[in-house]
């Protein structure tokens, strides 16, 4: 009889023994689900934290980049300068673009840890001490834009004024190898001012037609005396006479019946007392 009577409570025993050890099983779960957790927010952050960091440090690498190719740039030739503006430019647009993102995986850093149930302290003042050194990065590139648009327009400046010299140097090497040369009748030559007729006493005395002390070479032929080495005329030699001064031994007229080569065999010398030629035709 006591032994049926403690059958009930055997059972009821092993009830509450299954019941304890199922809570114990499940709060052990639980923690350990907690545990997991609170680890995967913490790598979460730490993944975020690594990746703002590796943004900051190519954020310096740029700027010192962007310094270098700005001290460069103002020594170079205009090409060269182009080439360096384009990559400065360049080096910029990926500082801004860097810079937003690394803010904007603060600003995620920030919120998720402060929104966790596992919020970590330590990870806000990390927050806070990224947010400053992004703060800082930021007022830098902002500084340096200034700087090189300053930079900018002095290289334009200089390149405005390497362009005038340049043009100034072409019209000098223009004017040095230029020289000009007409070929016509006294009639013709008086008719446009190259020749002066000489008075009715000049003329009883023989005196002929002198080579006006100014005239306009806007009716001469326009030539490169380091190009141009002889000169073709239609007529022949012994109806053309030089009036203007050259060194004889510096040139030689080649003549037929019909025409004649002027052959300029030294130009230095040829040109050197007149960048004028003037020749009289019969």
């Known amino acids: 009889m006591d032994t049926m009577a403690l059958k009930p409570w055997r059972r009821i025993l092993s009830l509450l023994l299954v019941v304890t050890f199922t809570t114990w099983l499940g709060a052990c779960r639980q923690e350990d689900q907690k545990k997991e957790e609170q680890r995967q927010h ?108 300053k930079l900018n327009k002095e290289v334009s400046r200089l390149m405005s004024t390497v362009d005038v010299m340049d043009e100034v140097i072409n019209d000098q090497e223009d004017r040095m190898s230029s020289a000009y040369y007409i070929v016509g009748t006294v009639d013709q030559l008086a008719g446009k001012g190259i020749l002066v ?11 002929g037609p002198v080579i006006a002390t100014d005239y306009d070479t806007k009716a001469f032929r326009q030539i490169d005396i380091t190009e141009t080495k002889d000169i073709y005329f239609d007529k022949p030699s012994k109806s053309l006479h030089i009036l203007t001064p050259h060194s004889k031994g510096s040139y030689q007229l080649v003549g037929g019946n019909t025409s004649t080569l002027l052959l300029i065999k030294d130009p230095l010398e040829f040109w050197r007392k007149s960048r004028c030629l003037i020749i009289l035709r019969d």
């Open 197 to 207: 007729q000489p008075g009715a006493l000049a003329k009883m005395l023989g005196t």
């Open 42 to 149: 913490v790598e979460s952050m730490m993944e975020i934290l690594l990746q703002v960091q590796k943004n900051l440090g190519r954020i310096r690498q740029k700027e010192a980049v962007v310094e270098r190719l700005s001290s460069d740039i103002e020594g170079r030739q205009e090409v060269g300068a182009e080439k360096i503006g384009k990559e400065i430019y360049g080096n910029i647009r990926y500082l801004d673009s860097t810079l937003t993102a690394s803010k904007a995986l603060v600003s995620k850093l920030e919120n998720d840890n402060r929104s966790s149930g596992y919020r970590v302290e330590s990870l806000d003042r990390l927050t806070r001490e990224l947010k400053g050194d992004l703060e800082a990065r930021e007022k830098e590139i902002s500084s340096m834009k200034g700087e090189i648009a």
